[in-house]
């Protein structure tokens, strides 16, 4: 068959209610059910304190890939050195053809929800529900990553049952081979990646090009090559008093320090990092204005409140270019379980010892505050208690807590802002600010971190520790290593004398970004075309996929297509993760196009 013929036939197949994508669903179904969160656990009273073995999942991916035609398939089962090992499977056509190697995940997100789910609309996360016209599936995992595997078997069970004796065995007539890889440590930071793909170097040989299903499109339908990824580190750090001469309580010292992060207009204060970002150029500026989405989309997309103000100019360039060629920074409370979001609310209980009138002290916090308050976020101050004299301060930008990679940039930070307004009302030395001070002339204050729910209803932690995870995104031009040196001694230069931190090295990754110069980058978006039916722009992404930039270092000169299963409305990360159809199946019809002729460029 020619390559025109099969790609036609195999898409055929791929259609709305199909026997062979409704077989595939089913699947995607079946997947959402396991529970494969590779941290993040124990969110709620009775949930699981340990994450997965990924047993299950792994099991079920084998059976998925061997039913589809994939009969060798190997899981990197060596528990005492990876207890997230990858699944491989390859279809052997034949030395002279290219290889092709497919990349998704299988672990999840945590939930994010405590357990009555009522941010999933009371339906267990692992319960997969469609909307009324089965346009959208909801679940955790649906979009981000198990889009991606599904559309990789798709794509490869339509062609098995296209191509002439490939159900039988005879795989000699598909156009390339193929190989498959199945990470289950995508989200918690792929540590193990490389050590697992050293230890499996022939499978990892000679590979030509490898197809990644793990990136966002810029909008529904309308498909992306991303060529960009920003990379991550992240730490938990705890404050603790190393001296009786203190004149302030371990949070506020946490607050003080938090605050530091960033300058006045919300940008990265690190210089070493902010200055290593890749400076975009004009022709890269005019390419993101011309990315098929608006300033309201993507607001909405981030779950912005109305009044609350951007970090940078509201244009669509300037949006983007924040959002991926930027580095910024993010804080969560260390006790909070949640997985890579920015929070859209945060809190903070100030208790003031001998002093009593609450209403009148939160009266001028919320004047002195106004001030404190330049992104317009939803500044609540309530008095709590007159016996002493209590506050609780809130803070909210967003009316859900968006994915920090994806979103993360151009929206202000509630965390750091809360920090920074707690740094104006309190001095090191435990003086209060002036105005405050007339009111409040006796006494300590006491500060306390707060959950803050989506209601705005707030309450303390059960750990009073002072402790945050401290989340950086890095731009293009940065590395993960270095940054993570930069970041470390920055907080340990500016932690408030008499204090100690604790520093709890998390995630790491490198950013990446790739040159488009090879003649399968223009296949790859003439693929886009015919499988979305929409013209493709290229694209990049704010989030991280740790597994791109150290499988580019591990395998050399190997071409990297990121492909969107998914689109911006699928809220991965967050509560109601949800999978486009019409993105799923765009991106399936997409492979098999570039698979039918990639021998065209190879």
Not at 94 to 123: C, I, R, S
Not at 211 to 223: K, L, R, S, W, Y
Not at 316 to 329: C, D, G, M, P, Y
Not at 523 to 550: A, D, H, R
């Amino acid at each position: 068959m020619k390559s025109e013929e099969i790609s036609a036939d195999a898409c055929k197949k791929i259609e709305v209610d199909s026997d062979l994508v409704n077989e595939h669903l089913k699947v995607l179904e079946d997947m959402v059910r396991i529970d494969s969160r590779s941290f993040g656990v124990n969110e709620f009273e009775g949930d699981r304190t340990v994450p997965s073995d990924m047993k299950e999942i792994l099991e079920c991916a084998k059976k998925y890939l061997t039913k589809i035609g994939l009969s060798k398939i190997s899981i990197n089962d060596s528990k005492s050195r990876h207890p997230f090992p990858i699944l491989m499977a390859e279809i052997f056509t034949a030395e002279e053809k290219p290889t092709l190697l497919f990349y998704a995940h299988l672990d999840k997100q945590p939930y994010m929800d405590n357990e009555k789910f009522e941010k999933w609309g009371g339906v267990a996360p692992t319960q997969l529900r469609w909307n009324e016209d089965r346009s959208r599936a909801y679940g955790r995992g649906a979009a981000d990553d198990l889009s991606g595997v599904v559309s990789i078997g798709m794509s490869i069970d339509a062609l098995m049952q296209t191509v002439e004796g490939a159900l039988e065995g005879d795989s000699s007539q598909l156009p390339c081979n193929i190989k498959v890889i199945f990470e289950t440590e995508e989200e918690s930071g792929s540590h193990s990646l490389i050590d697992q793909i050293n230890e499996n170097k022939a499978f990892f040989s000679n590979i030509d090009y490898v197809v990644i299903t793990d990136v966002v499109n810029p909008a529904q339908g309308i498909p992306g090559l991303t060529t960009s990824l920003r990379g991550i580190i992240q730490m938990e750090i705890t404050v603790e008093k190393n001296s009786k001469e203190v004149s302030i309580d371990e949070q506020t010292a946490l607050y003080k320090l938090l605050s530091t992060l960033i300058e006045d207009d919300h940008s990265l204060a690190i210089k070493e990092i902010s200055e290593s970002d890749q400076p975009v150029n004009d022709d890269e500026r005019k390419g993101y204005s011309f990315v098929p989405t608006s300033v309201n989309a993507l607001r909405e997309t981030a779950g912005m409140l109305q009044a609350t103000n951007l970090t940078v100019s509201e244009d669509i360039a300037s949006i983007l270019i924040a959002q991926l060629r930027t580095s910024f920074v993010n804080a969560r409370p260390g006790h909070r379980v949640s997985g890579s979001v920015i929070l859209g609310t945060a809190g903070a209980r100030l208790t003031f010892s001998q002093t009593h009138d609450s209403f009148i002290l939160s009266e001028r916090i919320k004047a002195i505050l106004k001030e404190k308050n330049p992104f317009n976020l939803n500044l609540i101050v309530n008095a709590v208690s007159d016996s002493p004299a209590t506050i609780d301060l809130i803070l909210q930008s967003a009316s859900k807590d968006p994915h920090s990679g994806v979103n993360g940039g151009p929206v202000p930070i509630p965390e750091i802002q809360l920090a920074r307004m707690i740094d104006h009302l309190i001095s090191s030395d435990g003086t209060l600010n002036p105005e405050l001070e007339k009111l409040a002339p006796y006494g300590r204050i006491k500060v306390q971190s707060l959950f803050v729910d989506q209601k705005l209803e707030p309450r303390l932690y059960k750990d009073p520790s002072a402790k945050a995870l401290v989340e950086l995104r890095l731009a293009p031009g940065n590395k993960d290593k270095i940054s993570a040196v930069n970041l470390k001694n920055y907080l340990l230069k500016n932690i408030t004398p008499g204090y100690e931190l604790s520093i709890k090295e998390d995630k790491g990754a490198s950013p990446w970004m790739t040159e488009i110069t090879h003649p399968v980058f223009p296949l790859m978006l003439e693929s886009l075309e015919k499988g979305f039916n929409q013209k493709p722009c290229l694209y990049g992404c704010g989030g991280t996929i740790p597994f791109v930039e150290k499988l580019m270092s591990a395998l050399g000169d190997v071409q990297p297509l990121c492909l969107g299963a998914y689109d911006p409305d699928a809220k991965m990360h967050e509560p109601g993760e949800s999978l486009s159809i019409p993105d799923l199946l765009g991106c399936t019809r997409s492979i098999i196009h570039l698979i039918s002729r990639i021998e065209e460029v190879y």
